[in-house]
């Protein structure tokens, strides 16, 4: 541990880049209990083309087993009409293990989204995965191939 940001976290890619479109999912969870066990996981949507009269919302939720989740009350953020912005959940200490996001793209025009990103922080130990789900350590180069974002391992 070197005291840097990446210490004791790990990005994984729950969802892959959708084109234009009108409809809505669910992404697979991430176990808080993996490696040891982390804190909290934030998860992390880039939403491409948005009409103005189209909206984006991720809404987060959890379960006692990898299946289906029930979503928090008061876990969920929206774009209406807005082109190239993020939607960012932070989760601190969900009850349950396992955590995930549904997302909804609504209005009567279509949206792109994607990758979602969950990047779980506050890891007790190291993790034996840094990067989960996507190739050669390089988050989010889906869709337009801009790179989201990348992990070094310190050496």
Known sequence: MQGLLSDNIRFTTLLAA????????????????????????????PVGDCDTAGTVEIHAGQAATDTTITEYTSAAVTTTGVDDTVLVLDIYRPTMRYVGVN?????????????????????????STSVVGVAGGTIGTQGVGATIGQYVSPA
């Open 103 to 127: 997302y909804v793209r609504g209005g009567t025009t279509n949206s792109t989204i994607g990758p979602l990103i969950a990047i779980q922080y506050r890891g007790k130990t190291r993790p």
């Open 18 to 45: 959708k084109t234009t479109g009108s409809s809505d999912g669910a992404s697979s969870n991430v176990d808080m209990a993996a490696d040891g066990g982390f804190d909290g996981v934030m998860f992390v949507m």
